[in-house]
């Protein structure tokens, strides 16, 4: 089996800033696609950014310029810095992987359990 944990959320004022980390554990061969996706109350789970295993990286358009996310593949880790958070960061933030346990297999999707990030004043 393969574990995301998801570490880093909190309460931060607007402005402040947070470092969301996720290590991937268990048996794995390969790790593709590493994201963060996030869920605020009433809505819909949303992208947030991802990133490749070669680095290539992609981000919501709510985020660019304020966040950051990175991977450290011989740690089998990806980071979310998040900068000059708003209220409406507000949400759970997930943890996404894209997960080869075997050479030769299928690729699947695993998710963490979620992170709470509480933007507010």
């Known amino acids: 089996q393969v574990q995301l944990v998801e570490s880093g959320g909190g309460l931060v004022q607007p402005g402040g800033s947070l470092r969301l980390s996720c290590a991937a554990s268990g048996s794995i061969f390969s790790i593709y696609t590493m994201g963060w996706y996030r869920q605020a109350p009433g809505k819909q789970r949303e992208l947030v950014a991802s990133i490749t295993s070669g680095g290539t990286t992609t981000y919501a358009d709510s985020v660019r310029g304020r966040f950051t996310i990175s991977r450290d593949n011989a740690k089998n880790t990806v980071y979310l810095q998040m900068n000059s958070l708003k209220p409406e960061d507000t949400a759970v933030y997930f943890c996404?992987?894209?997960?080869?346990?075997?050479?030769?297999?299928?690729?699947?999707?695993?998710w963490g359990q979620g992170t709470q990030v509480t933007v507010a004043s």
């Open positions: 996404n992987a894209d997960v080869q346990r075997r050479r030769g297999t299928r690729v699947s999707d695993y």
